[in-house]
């Protein structure tokens, strides 16, 4: 059972409190959904309940938190390890050992349990969650659905009473997110409790017992998700067209095709959409029209310059890749916008640039001192602000909220009015139906190119 | 041989030294999991910024000391601005070694005491001046002492005395100060560029 | 050199006998003097790896490595060899030609210095594939093991097994940041070019990594970690390990005794 009763947390060298008097019972073997806004106080909730704050994360609160009876600053982490297990966004950074099995047993060797109960706790969750065949698989060898589905049995074999789930599914494809659906009603099923924050909540709704919806580090009432009405984009009638690809192949080894006899052209002033699950050939096919990597076979031309290399492309088209953070390189927020365009040689409007992304106020900042949307943002602008001709955008929803994600949009919108192309991949149906075109990938071919009006 | 017994004994000397020191100014320091963590990513990133140094251009073997000290040194200072604390000069050090040792070019308990030496020297010269590179003039020394003692070790006891292979002073001469002056240049470069990391870190949501 | 996937009876040893072996051969490769017992040194750890049956390419590369290593240290050593007798083949600085001349005593190339340097690249050799050895045939998470019950401290394996993880995601981050990098019209061609980019790569490659570092710290105190473990896999020396260790030892023993008794 868990209490939280008029809570208060700020964190350390902050300015405003994180949390704003929380107020919050939830049962033994319920399932509740939080959902809210970036920087809503979600995961600081989530910290406050598994020891993360106050053990890890000093700062100062008011208020009490009571998890079965005691707060979590009475025991240490070790021991609340035992009654809440927390599984993270990203299973990169939750997989420790080599081995799969050996990962299972990681946390209940870190509970000093004897050796035959960890032997026989590792089991239990490797057939719980459908990873005995796999047992002695290497760790890095795993598909990213498999990864998350590993750092959820480590947890699961420490048994505790309650899961929380950060952002679990954010960056899976649609098979994995019904994987992870499996899994939740298995814990339901099994009288955990559940405490799930996600963004693309609408999959999971179906098990929740309720819904929390926090804003500005309160709970709010149940606002309905921020739908802001976004106009859809007219079809741009074919004009021009930037990329014309033909039968054109690709495989990274010679034996194995990841794409297969595309064809597809793209016209000036289109936004297109790539949907599909992870393996479809998605990315490798931006990678493609970027110039990034050249096709085994067909024809391709790009902006009319027939099978372009990097170098010609540099400046007239821009890629981003899924990590805004690998992608800004300056030390304040307008010299990051002026590097591009300074290295090109261009002149560009500095001032306007911050001004459409609006992070004027934040000119001086460093990059990484910005939220994360702002980075994204502001990797978007910086390649703009370098007047590419097409602009191509690897999953640009992952990790962000639908708010951030229709200022994006707009963005794009924007700059496509200028004249310029967008082209990006994403699992997400909801974004990608923002687009005027929407094409649809499965095994490295088309199978569904349609206009969405 | 008996030079290089001796060399191994005054390396435990020095970290018994070091050790001490600590502990009678209670300066035993306790790292926890996140600057654990951290120290693991500086080893990785020691091991990946030598790696294109490894083939090419640096091989040649009169230059290569000065290619391979300016990298080296430039990661390793950043971590140690970060965690600017004893301990965390030999985490890394050693941290590194034997993580290349692992996972390629095999475990080497011969070069273990080479890792020490470089790692005991620096830890000393940072309790001594009470400083962990936060000054210009403490990272000029701190990478004078480490190109010094790293290659004055290796020309003067783990080339003669493990693998029985002489140089003349002139060369050895040449090695050192490459590798002094390497190492110095990349001390600047470290702490240059630790300034924006620490601003990251301190005010951005890390 | 990765590990080998294979069952020889060298992966079969605990990887602390393997350890064992690893100082019996640096204590032989510092002591031993005679050519001949450089020669069966060197011999017997061959043994061992041709033992392990490696891939071609294994084999390919550590041949080259020793290769190179040969004639640079034939060649350092052909310059610096000091002893006498030594009979010059080569002048490539006469010692009376001037101020370098002077400084240096002269650079010329002696024929016993190539063969000594010959000689004792027998030792390097043996260092080499011994070490190679060790790491084909033992899991790294089990040479970790090995290493924490001979007395490393726990929290340098977690530090290892951690920095092991990281090591792929980072070439992949620093890859994908050059090539942002250079998609945004850094140009990295030559040597400023080089320096610009390691001086550009660095800062965004430890910022991003620093996030990874606090998500994986996380991780590990949801999973109670403290330092403090109870190990699933228990070490054990079987009679095989025993007999290893015993006849390694014999061996040694016998090398550095002919030594000293026929010198």
């Given amino acids: 059972m868990i209490t939280i009763d008029s809570f208060s947390y700020t964190y350390p060298y902050a300015n405003l409190p994180a949390l704003q008097d929380i107020n919050l019972r939830i049962e033994p ?87 035959e109960e960890i032997i026989s706790r590792r089991n239990e969750a490797l057939h719980f969650m459908g990873l005995w065949d796999m047992r002695h698989k290497e760790t890095f060898k795993l598909s990213g659905g498999y990864k998350q589905r590993l750092a959820v049995s480590s947890i699961y074999a420490m048994q505790p009473d309650v899961f929380l789930f950060d952002e679990p599914t954010t960056d899976m494809d649609g098979e994995s997110r019904k994987d992870f659906f499996k899994i939740i009603k298995g814990l339901k099923d099994k009288g955990k409790t559940v405490i799930l924050v996600e963004h693309q909540y609408e999959d999971y709704l179906p098990l929740m017992d309720r819904v929390v919806n926090m804003e500005d580090g309160k709970i709010a009432e149940n606002t309905a998700s921020a739908k802001t009405f976004l106009p859809t984009r007219e079809a741009a009638v074919l ?173 794009l919108y924007d700059y496509t009015d200028r004249g310029g192309t967008v082209v990006f991949s994403t699992h997400n149906e909801r974004a990608a139906s923002l687009a005027g075109r929407k094409i649809i990938m499965h095994k490295g071919r088309t199978i569904n190119d349609e206009i969405s009006g | 041989m008996n030079l290089y017994i001796g060399s191994v004994i005054f390396i435990a000397i020095l970290g018994g030294i070091v050790f001490h020191l600590l502990w009678t100014r209670k300066a035993i320091p306790s790292f926890s999991t996140m600057d654990l963590t951290t120290i693991a990513l500086f080893c990785s990133l020691l091991y990946i910024t030598i790696l294109p140094f490894k083939f090419g251009l640096s091989r040649i073997p009169i230059i290569q000391t000065f290619f391979f000290a300016i990298p080296y ?27 290349s040792q692992v996972i390629s070019s095999g475990i080497k308990p011969l070069w273990w005491p080479y890792a020490l030496l470089a790692s005991f020297a620096l830890e000393l010269y940072f309790i001594i001046t009470g400083n962990y590179l936060s000054t210009r003039k403490n990272a000029l020394g701190a990478g004078f002492l480490r190109g010094f003692t790293v290659y004055i070790y290796f020309y003067c006891f783990s080339a003669p005395y493990i693998w029985h292979q002489f140089y003349a002073p002139w060369y050895i001469f040449i090695q050192t100060v490459q590798g002094i002056v390497g190492s110095i240049i990349g001390a600047f470069i470290g702490i240059y560029l630790s300034k924006p990391i620490i601003n990251a870190v301190r005010y951005g949501g890390i | 050199m990765k590990y080998l996937d294979r069952e020889t009876f060298i992966h079969r040893l605990d990887p602390r006998t393997k350890i064992l072996l690893g100082f019996m051969v640096a204590i032989l490769i510092v002591v031993l003097k005679k050519p001949s017992e450089l020669f069966l040194l060197f011999f017997s750890v061959l043994i061992l790896f041709g033992i392990l049956r490696p891939a071609k390419s294994t084999v390919k590369a550590m041949f080259i490595i020793m290769i190179t290593a040969l004639v640079f240290t034939m060649i ?63 899991y790294p998470s089990d040479l970790l093991l090995g290493m924490e019950s001979m007395g490393m401290p726990k929290r340098i394996g977690f530090v290892i097994t951690v920095s092991i993880r990281f090591i792929p995601s980072l070439l992949d981050g620093a890859r994908r940041i050059l090539l942002a990098q250079r998609l945004r019209g850094l140009k990295v061609k030559g040597i400023r070019g080089w320096f610009r980019a390691f001086y550009r790569l660095l800062p965004p490659l430890i910022i991003d990594s620093l996030r990874n570092a606090r998500r994986i710290a996380l991780a590990a105190e949801v999973r109670a970690f403290t330092g403090e473990r109870t190990k699933l896999k228990e070490l054990t020396f079987s009679p095989r390990d025993w007999t290893f260790l015993g006849l390694s030892t014999a061996g040694m023993f016998m090398l550095i005794l002919c030594q000293e008794i026929l010198l």
């Fill in chain 2, 73 to 99: 040194t430039a990661t390793l200072f950043i971590g140690i601005c970060l965690i600017p604390r004893a301990g965390t000069t030999t985490l890394i050090i050693c941290g590194h070694s034997l993580l």
């Fill in chain 1, 239 to 411: 004009s021009s067209s930037v990329i014309s690809m033909q039968q054109v192949c690709f495989g990274y080894d010679r034996k194995i095709n990841v794409l297969d006899n595309i064809d597809i052209m793209i016209g000036k002033g289109e936004i297109v959409a790539f949907c599909g699950d992870n393996g479809s050939g998605k990315t490798t096919l931006l990678k493609i029209m970027s110039g990034l990597l050249q096709p085994n076979q067909g024809e391709i031309t790009i902006l009319n310059i027939h099978k372009p290399a990097l170098e010609h492309l540099v400046g007239r088209v821009g890629f981003l890749f899924q990590n805004p953070d690998e992608q800004l390189f300056a030390a304040t927020v307008e010299k990051e916008i002026a590097f591009g365009p300074g290295c090109l040689g261009k002149k560009t409007d500095v001032e306007r640039y911050l001004e459409i992304a609006g992070l004027k106020a934040k000119r001086l900042s460093h990059p990484q001192t910005i939220s994360r949307g702002q980075r994204q943002i502001l990797a978007v602008i910086s390649i703009m602000a370098m007047e590419p001709e097409i602009i191509i955008l690897d999953e640009p929803t992952t990790g962000l909220d639908n708010k951030t994600w229709h200022k994006l949009i707009a963005l």
């Fill in chain 3, 76 to 138: 350092s050593q052909g310059f610096f060899y000091s002893l006498e007798p030594r009979t010059i083949i080569v002048t490539i600085l006469s010692p009376d030609s001037g101020f370098l001349g002077n400084i240096t005593g002269g650079i010329s190339m002696y024929r016993e210095g190539i063969i000594y340097g010959a000689l004792q690249s027998l030792r390097l050799f043996s260092a080499m594939l011994l070490s190679a050895v060790i790491v084909m045939s033992t």
């Fill in chain 1, 29 to 115: 073997g319920e399932a509740v959904l939080i959902r809210g806004a970036s920087g809503s106080g979600k995961t600081t909730l989530l910290y406050c309940l598994n020891g993360l704050i106050p053990h890890v994360f000093a700062g100062s609160s008011c208020g009490s938190v009571s998890l079965n009876g005691f707060t979590p600053l009475e025991k240490p982490l070790r021991e609340i390890a035992r009654t809440v297990g927390t599984v993270f966004q990203n299973p990169e950074s939750q997989i420790f050992m080599m081995r799969v099995e050996d990962d299972v047993a990681f946390g209940c060797e870190n509970l000093c349990l004897p050796r």
